[in-house]
């Protein structure tokens, strides 16, 4: 039998504990040192002895699953001092944005370092995310994360507001997630290659308004607006039925295609007869001596959310 400490990582082995009643704790195995908490405690040295997939028991009896953390466990288990992103979203993000080994790409806000942690695990091991952050205490909490998980070499920290553009160009995908996106899309469209892939979470219907109005305008494409629900189940087998509650809203996904070429011929009729109007809104508004703004109309868009809700 091959025991944790048998396998060929270079660091010590990150495990997954799981208790009778579906506790979960995350810790980090060193030779001679313990874990301890209320229902007992483990030798680190005993569960080094064990495989993945065992189980170990504490000095007081009490068993626990002895397991390596999937990368569901890492993003909901971080330290955070922002609202994260939930693994259902951040693994359509992923899907869509099409992220592989190799990838670059730029993720804005890096928040806790929830997302960062997703898409670090997937450019492995030749790609890099370039992760931006105006906070420097957020930014130090995701730092944290990614070094405690191991996933340190695949990212860039920029600690930056990302009104003052993205550092790098011709990237592979780029994320948003902050509060007013689409403030930021003309830095995004010089940060992509042509064809790149670009996805934004955003908490209200207010925020996709704004955002889908800028896309069309700046000739990103393929443009797609949706919402995922993940219902749990009891996994009782004679007595299966959903849990109680539910996560009913997390965020709504919009995704897009930078294109290199004016995009007006193409849009569906209802999307150019809607930019029509908003063209003709900005030329009255100039005549009367004032500028146009979507934002005008919507206090909400004008005084946005506080930061932690994206
Ligand atoms: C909801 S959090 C991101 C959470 C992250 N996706 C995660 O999974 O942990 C939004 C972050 O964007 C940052 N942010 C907001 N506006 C920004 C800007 N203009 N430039 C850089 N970061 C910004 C905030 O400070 C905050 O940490």
């Not at 930014?139 to 003052?164: C, M, S, W």
């Not at 934002?295 to 994206?310: A, K």
Request: glycine share 8%; aromatic share 8%; charged share 25%.
């Amino acid at each position: 039998m091959v025991g944790l400490a048998d396998s060929d990582q270079k660091t010590a082995p990150l495990v997954l504990l799981v208790s009778p009643k579906g506790k979960r704790y995350l810790l980090r195995l060193q030779p001679g040192a313990h874990w301890s908490t209320n229902l007992g405690r483990i030798a680190h040295d005993d569960m080094l002895r064990k495989p993945a997939g065992g189980i170990v028991h504490t000095h007081l009896g009490t068993p626990f699953l002895l397991l390596e953390p999937t990368l569901a466990d890492l993003i909901t288990m971080i330290s955070r001092r922002t609202q994260i992103i939930f693994p259902k979203d951040a693994a359509h993000i992923l899907f869509q944005l099409s992220v592989q080994p190799g990838s670059r790409v730029i993720e804005a806000g890096s928040g806790s370092g929830g997302m960062t942690t997703a898409l670090a695990w997937f450019v492995r091991p030749t790609g890099q995310v370039f992760s931006y952050e105006v906070n420097e205490q957020h930014q130090e909490q995701a730092r944290q994360n990614i070094v405690k998980v191991g996933l340190e070499p695949y990212v860039t920290f920029h600690q930056r507001d990302i009104q003052d553009g993205f550092l790098e160009t011709g990237v592979d995908a780029l994320f948003f997630d902050v509060r007013s996106p689409w403030r930021y899309l003309g830095a995004a469209k010089e940060a992509l290659r042509p064809g790149g892939r670009l996805a934004i979470l955003l908490p209200t219907t207010n925020q996709v308004g704004a955002v889908l109005r800028c896309l069309y305008e700046m000739s990103f494409a393929d443009l797609r607006v949706e919402e995922l629900l993940l219902r749990r189940y009891k996994p009782v087998p004679d007595r299966l039925r959903p849990e109680d509650q539910m996560i009913a809203h997390s965020g709504y996904m919009v995704f897009a295609r930078n294109m290199i070429e004016d995009t007006s011929d193409w849009l569906p009729v209802q999307v150019r007869r809607y930019l029509s109007r908003r063209q003709l809104a900005t030329q009255q508004a100039a005549q009367r001596g004032e500028v146009y703004s979507d934002e005008n109309d919507d206090p909400i868009l004008q005084e946005p959310l506080p930061e932690s809700d994206g």
